[in-house]
């Protein structure tokens, strides 16, 4: 009988980690989901192998910062969008969030929704929040999941830049960090990208 109540009390334990475990990863579904939502920078797939892919990138606008700290770059581009501009207007998130190298420093950038141009989008209140237009072009793409750390990030960005190498492929940029997710998103779920501007010979 005591063994029976054991048995009985560590099935339904096991029951109660399940439903957390599977409540867990129906979060980070949704919140995938929502993400997934989100306007992306739009662009069409030249080339695929197993390590990268070739995009072409159409000009766009977005805003952009100086990135002392991912949260105080974050912070000046999040308060732009959620209305602290000329205009007041909020403004819909898009993806990917950005980071690359600029002049020694590091900047963030936010893609802005493609309703925008420049006769129509709202001056920034924040001087140190910009208004840029990022020139269209090729990109060579390395995609992965996990935590969207430096070690990560740097880890992949060694791989595309090892193939692109012995690929004969010029690049033309520093390498640009590319977010997609919540940090509340699951890591298995993430979706993370290095990108390099490559010369790409049409």
């Known amino acids: 009988m005591l063994l029976w109540i054991t048995l009985t009390r560590d099935s339904l334990n096991t029951v109660v980690n399940m439903k957390k475990i599977l409540s867990i990863i129906a979060l980070g579904l949704i919140i995938t989901v929502k993400a997934m939502?989100?306007?992306?920078?739009?662009?069409?797939?030249?080339?695929?192998?197993?390590?990268?892919?070739?995009?072409?990138?159409?000009?766009?606008?977005?805003?952009?910062?100086?990135?002392?700290?991912?949260?105080?770059?974050?912070k000046k581009l999040f308060n732009y969008i959620s209305g602290k501009n000329e205009t007041n207007e909020k403004i819909k998130m898009t993806t990917p969030v950005t980071q690359i190298k600029k002049k020694g420093s590091m900047t963030m950038q936010f893609y802005l929704p493609s309703k925008f141009n420049k006769d129509n989008i709202p001056t920034p209140s924040n001087l140190e929040v910009e208004i840029i237009n990022i020139k269209g072009g090729y990109y060579a793409v390395i995609r992965y999941s996990g935590r969207?750390?430096?070690?990560?990030?740097?880890?992949?960005?060694?791989?595309?830049?090892?193939?692109?190498?012995?690929?004969?492929?010029?690049?033309?940029?520093?390498?640009?960090?590319?977010?997609?997710?919540?940090?509340?998103?699951?890591?298995?779920?993430?979706?993370?990208?290095?990108?390099?501007?490559?010369?790409?010979?049409?």
């Open 37 to 74: 939502a989100y306007e992306e920078a739009n662009y069409e797939t030249i080339k695929t192998n197993k390590v990268y892919e070739i995009r072409q990138y159409s000009d766009r606008l977005a805003i952009e910062t100086s990135n002392s700290n991912q949260n105080s770059g974050f």
């Open 148 to 202: 969207a750390s430096d070690k990560n990030f740097i880890k992949h960005k060694d791989i595309l830049e090892n193939k692109l190498t012995k690929d004969n492929i010029t690049i033309i940029s520093p390498a640009i960090r590319a977010t997609y997710n919540s940090p509340f998103t699951l890591p298995m779920l993430r979706r993370n990208e290095v990108m390099f501007e490559i010369n790409m010979k049409t």
